[in-house]
């Protein structure tokens, strides 16, 4: 039934539309925009990047004075498709990466601290100085790192020096590593 409209005069009266204009390029049709590259996406406009969550489930003991490899195994979510692997971010889009990182032990320790490794060497880090055992020491790192798509790597490193080894505390507010694609290359 064709759309009609009630006119000044009362009676019925085809609707005419017109088609918009649609500017430049006004020949493509975009039906399906699954495979669409992160590139190919408009400026400031998030895309289908990797995402993901890990936290620490069982204590770790770190040495006094150490720097420790930090090992996160449960996952609160996962969309990398493998790049993440033994507490290891590799990821295989080049692009600018927000990386987050905490540690927290319960024992008293003057300093603690996060480091996100880039390639094995420290890159950025995050410090807690202080001695509050019965509310827990807790160390937290954000940063934004280039990653070239093929042999970088990110990893989390903690360092405490109560003069003892102590364990990392639990959970997914407590020990943790988290990263998302924020830009391509």
């Known amino acids: 039934m064709p759309i009609s409209t009630i006119g000044q005069n009362g009676l019925n009266a085809p609707l005419s539309l017109t088609s918009p204009a649609l500017g430049t390029p006004s020949a493509i049709v975009l039906t399906n925009a699954t495979g669409l ?10 895309g289908k990047g990797s995402a993901f969550s890990y936290y620490q489930s069982s ?5 006094n004075g150490t720097f420790t490899k930090l ?13 993440y692997a033994s507490s290891r971010f590799t990821p295989t889009v080049a692009g600018y990466y927000q990386i987050n990182g905490s540690i927290q032990i319960s024992n008293a320790a003057y300093a ?7 390639n094995g060497s420290e890159w950025k880090r995050g410090v807690w100085f202080g001695n509050v055992a019965s509310v827990g020491n807790q160390a937290t790192v954000s ?7 093929s042999t970088d790597y990110i990893e989390i490193y903690g360092f405490q020096n109560s003069g003892v080894s102590n364990n990392t505390n639990t959970g997914s507010v407590a020990t943790y590593f988290q990263g998302v694609l924020v830009r391509s290359a």
Not at 59 to 63: A, G, K, P, T, V
Not at 71 to 83: A, H, I, K, L, P
Not at 143 to 149: E, F, K, L, M, Q
Request: charge should be negative; aromatic fraction near 8%; include cysteine.
């Open 37 to 46: 590259p992160q590139a190919g996406l408009g400026t400031n406009v998030a």
């Open 59 to 63: 204590n770790q003991s770190l040495s």
């Open 71 to 83: 090992t996160f195994t449960t996952s609160e979510f996962d969309t990398t498709g493998g790049m």
């Open 112 to 118: 603690l601290t996060v480091n996100v490794n880039k």
């Open 143 to 149: 940063a934004i790192v280039y990653c070239n798509g």
